[in-house]
T-cell receptor, first 114, second 111 residues
Framework: EAGVVQSPRYKIIEKKQPVAFWCNPI?????LYWYRQNLGQGPELLIR????????DSQLPKDRFSAERLKGVDSTLKIQPAELGDSAVYLC????????????FGPGTRLTVT | SQQGEEDPQALSIQEGENATMNCSYK?????LQWYRQNSGRGLVHLIL?????REKHSGRLRVTLDTSKKSSSLLITASRAADTASYFC???????????FGRGTSLIVHP
């Protein structure tokens, strides 16, 4: 079974530029999460999807971040414009549903904003 | 704010020794999960323990949960160099089932 796929794995951009991350969850997983992880910290939830509906986006900085999950399968997270403080690893995870389910994480995208 | 906090922040042991790390949280939970993260494999789920459970085992891993003290511990027995990683506990807030991760414990196992 294929795991959670993310691309790109690494991205270096200058501040004020846009950037997008893509995630393909495990087949059949209805719930998709985007996390941000800063160095030395645990993952911080940005947004959670149940199928195509964003059901928890309270931690998403909506002035510059946006996300979509068309057709309830793969998802894209966008930052526009990027700031120096956005440098982090962006993790995507999926699970069969919400509740007592483990999350399966992708390898992450390491973003460096210069 | 983060729900769970791991202790210690860093742990260094010799191969073959046991490693114990703890997680404390603030509000009632439905479940508590432990994850491992290393550079090779990313974040991997280890164990999920429900609020009505007190202990679970998986191979060399043993997790306990004390809801009266709002704390959990992860014990790794007979540690190996390959156990070197950061270990995170993730707790929900008792309502939404959304896991919140702590800062993690960095474990180094010396061969």
């Amino acid at each position: 079974e294929a795991g959670v796929v993310q691309s790109p794995r690494y991205k270096i951009i200058e501040k004020k530029q846009p950037v997008a991350f893509w995630c393909n969850p495990i087949s059949g997983h209805n719930t998709l999460y985007w996390y941000r992880q800063n160095l030395g910290q645990g993952p911080e939830l940005l947004i959670r999807y149940e199928n195509e509906e964003a059901v928890d986006d309270s931690q998403l900085p909506k002035d510059r971040f946006s996300a979509e999950r068309l057709k309830g399968v793969d998802s894209t997270l966008k930052i526009q414009p990027a700031e120096l403080g956005d440098s982090a690893v962006y993790l995507c995870a999926s699970s069969p549903g919400t509740g007592a389910y483990e999350q399966y994480f992708g390898p992450g995208t390491r973003l460096t904003v210069t | 704010s983060q729900q769970g906090e791991e202790d210690p922040q860093a742990l260094s042991i010799q191969e073959g020794e046991n490693a114990t790390m703890n997680c404390s949280y603030k509000t009632s939970i439905n479940n508590l999960q432990w994850y491992r993260q290393n550079s090779g494999r990313g974040l991997v789920h280890l164990i999920l323990i429900r609020s009505n459970e007190r202990e679970k085992h998986s191979g060399r891993l043993r997790v306990t949960l004390d809801t009266s003290k709002k704390s959990s511990s992860l014990l790794i027995t007979a540690s190996r160099a390959a156990d070197t990683a950061s270990y995170f506990c993730a707790t929900d807030d008792g309502g939404s089932y959304i896991p919140t991760f702590g800062r993690g414990t960095s474990l180094i196992v010396h061969p």
